[in-house]
């Protein structure tokens, strides 16, 4: 039976890895070969639907093929679990989305320049996940307690993005001020203008890092920032680590679809920190009530895949319906100026 599942895991692996290459090419490469990489709304709507019924095949993929003969039920759970996992990651996406733009219009990069950073910061966005994903099942099936670490550090995670969920982005951040920004400045020379697309440049027999390199830094280190919320709260809805790398993974494919329709709807979305932090709060508390009632009653409480599932999809719903009024107001606004 190990061989059975150790085989049975390997090719899924495979397969979702194959998926993702044929995806990256498709999304990276061969729809965006012509001069200008930006994406009308319109476009990067239809787009982003694609995304997401994509992934949710893949959830279709793993309920008929990931059986197993001696837990008849184990492929619906995994595929809750997956489900759950990928919404969860999807609306904390979105949240980094905001940060994206905000980073962008600080360093005023054009409309032009952004897809290429894109590109590069999914990429390396991929990478990074995947380390800290199967870094962090280790520690989870080496040091299970770690869990409970998780559940207090996203329900003060959650306690912070709640006070400040009414605050802008844009007051929070100067990259005049930045640290990060003043030691790139000290480590590599910068030019102080941007040269077209390109990261780095030579100039009197000297290389030079470029402003739109910076700004790809600050890029890939947010995504950082924001994994050490989304890995934690992923792992308290499944401890898998393929369910947790292939959610992850499908929420970052189609990150700058994304990125294009959001921009022009940010308002669609301004309840998405609140409705995101009473996410985070549920799933630390999830993970905590385990500890809390093998103390209190002597056995492990858990609470079930499906009650978690419901909570993501509600509160994701109301998050965005509470917004629908804002939008269509703004919206009538700007149409009548």
């Known amino acids: 039976m190990e061989f059975y599942k150790s085989t049975h895991e390997l090719i899924l692996f495979i397969v979702f890895n194959l998926v993702i290459i044929g995806m990256l090419v498709l999304d990276l490469g061969i729809l965006h070969k012509q001069k200008t990489h930006v994406m009308s709304f319109q476009k990067a709507f239809k787009w982003t639907i694609v995304w997401i019924l994509l992934a949710f095949c893949f959830a279709g993929f793993i309920y008929f093929y990931d059986t ?32 994206f733009i905000m980073i962008f219009q600080r360093f005023k990069v054009s409309a032009e320049q952004q897809p290429d950073i894109l590109k590069w910061g999914i990429i390396g966005a991929l990478v990074l996940r995947a380390i800290m994903i199967f870094s962090g099942a280790a520690l989870v099936a080496k040091f299970s307690w770690i869990l409970y670490l998780f559940g207090i550090f996203l329900i003060y995670t959650s306690i912070k993005i709640f006070l ?3 605050e802008h982005d844009d007051e929070e951040f100067d990259p005049d001020k930045s640290k990060l920004f003043r030691l790139i400045q000290k480590i590599f ?7 077209n697309n390109h990261f780095f440049v030579k100039e009197n027999g000297k290389t030079f890092v470029t402003p739109l390199f910076v ?12 994994a050490f919320d989304s890995i934690p709260a992923v792992f308290s809805v499944s ?6 790398y292939t959610s992850n993974i499908f929420a970052i494919l189609g990150l700058r679809a994304l ?12 309840y998405l920190k609140t409705g995101v932090s009473i996410i985070l709060a549920f799933v630390g508390v999830k993970m ?8 209190l009653f002597g056995q492990d409480f858990h609470i ?29 606004t700007r149409t009548n100026v």
Do not use: C
Not at 68 to 75: I, N, V
Not at 189 to 195: D, I, L, Q
Not at 215 to 226: R, T
Not at 288 to 295: A, E, G, K, M, N
């Open 189 to 195: 020379p910068v030019t102080s203008v941007y040269h």
């Open 288 to 295: 905590l009530i385990p500890l809390v009632s093998s103390y």
């Open 239 to 244: 401890q898998n680590p393929f369910i947790v």
């Open 259 to 270: 990125f294009f329709m959001i921009s022009g709807i940010m308002e669609l979305f301004i």
């Open 164 to 166: 400040h969920r009414n």
């Open 215 to 226: 700004v790809l830094v600050m890029i890939e280190l947010s995504d950082i920032m924001f």
């Open 68 to 99: 197993d003969p001696s837990d008849p039920k184990a492929h619906q759970v995994r595929t809750m679990e997956y489900i759950a996992a990928y919404l969860l990651e999807k609306s904390l996406s979105v949240d980094n989305l905001f940060v």
């Open 304 to 332: 079930p895949i499906v009650v978690s599932l419901g909570v993501i999809v509600v509160v994701l719903t109301f998050s965005i319906l509470l917004s629908l009024p804002e939008y269509k107001r703004k919206h009538s």
